[in-house]
């Protein structure tokens, strides 16, 4: 059975941190790369990260870009998203994924607020 599934979400205050985690199992998460998207309360699901397979390329939404990181440790099959300086519009639920060509696969989602 495929599984992603997210954890460390949670509440935190502008300018804490958080790190994500997304466990993998029933497939070769290590073929597959792995990406993060967050969707706003009535907004569109957006994509935040991206990652290879091997974990030898990144990229991250300018929204991001110098407070969060992804990466991955394919002998664990898990991939992480680090957030720092967070701020209330980071506010979300963040969503695992999973894609190798024409095949994805998501996880539940875990929800993340910024708030005083």
């Known amino acids: 059975q495929v599984r992603l599934v997210e954890s460390g979400g949670g509440l935190v205050q502008p300018g804490g941190s958080l790190r994500l985690s997304c466990a993998a199992s029933?497939?070769?998460?290590?073929?597959?790369?792995g990406n993060w998207y967050r969707q706003a309360p009535g907004k569109e699901r957006e994509l935040v990260a991206t990652?290879?397979?091997?974990?030898?390329?990144?990229n991250l939404a300018n929204s991001v870009k110098g407070r969060f990181t992804i990466s991955r440790d394919n002998s664990r099959n898990t991939l992480y998203l680090q957030m720092n300086s967070l701020t209330p519009e980071d506010t979300g639920v963040y969503f695992c994924?999973?894609?190798?060509?024409?095949?994805?696969?998501w996880g539940q989602g875990t929800q993340v607020t910024v708030s005083s």
């Open positions: 994924n999973a894609r190798l060509h024409s095949i994805e696969y």
């Open positions: 029933g497939f070769a998460f290590s073929l597959y790369a």
């Open positions: 990652i290879t397979s091997t974990g030898s390329n990144i």
